[in-house]
Nanobody, 128 residues
Framework: VQLVESGGGLVQSGGSLTISCTAS????????MAWYRQAPGKQREWVAR????????YYPDFARGRFTIYRNTTKNTVHLQMNSLKPEDTAVYYC??????????????????????WGQGTQVTVSS
């Protein structure tokens, strides 16, 4: 299974950008897909999550109201629409997929180690 992100780039502060993640290879029944980001010198942090079973979405405070995660199950893609971008949103954004956590007997994934597959990342740079 491969996860490939795309759509990153340079955007001005206050602008919008949508990044995408395409899953290919042997597709399992994903329990949850998520976006994380990592800025230079900082730890990887969670940005958004969507549960495959019910489509519910979850965000940390900094992303709620500005970012939207959504999926296209027929195309095996998940997207992150980012609005009102700020320079502090500059980071490499990673797509992650979980098929164990979120399944029977397992809680929904909330930690990086609970995700089974990761993409290579896409750079998002927000200029001031």
């Amino acid at each position: 299974v491969q996860l490939v992100e795309s759509g990153g780039g340079l955007v001005q502060s206050g602008g919008s950008l949508t990044i995408s993640c395409t899953a290919s290879g042997r597709i399992f029944s994903w329990r949850s897909m998520a976006w994380y980001r990592q800025a230079p010198g900082k730890q990887r942090e969670w940005v958004a999550r969507i549960n495959e079973v019910d489509g519910n979405t979850y965000y940390p405070d900094f992303a709620r109201g500005r970012f939207t995660i959504y999926r296209n199950t027929t195309k095996n893609t998940v997207h992150l629409q980012m609005n009102s971008l700020k320079p502090e949103d500059t980071a490499v954004y990673y797509c992650a997929g979980a098929y164990i956590y979120g399944g029977v007997g397992y809680p929904m994934p909330t930690e990086t180690y609970q995700y089974d597959f990761w993409g290579q990342g896409t750079q998002v740079t927000v200029s001031s």
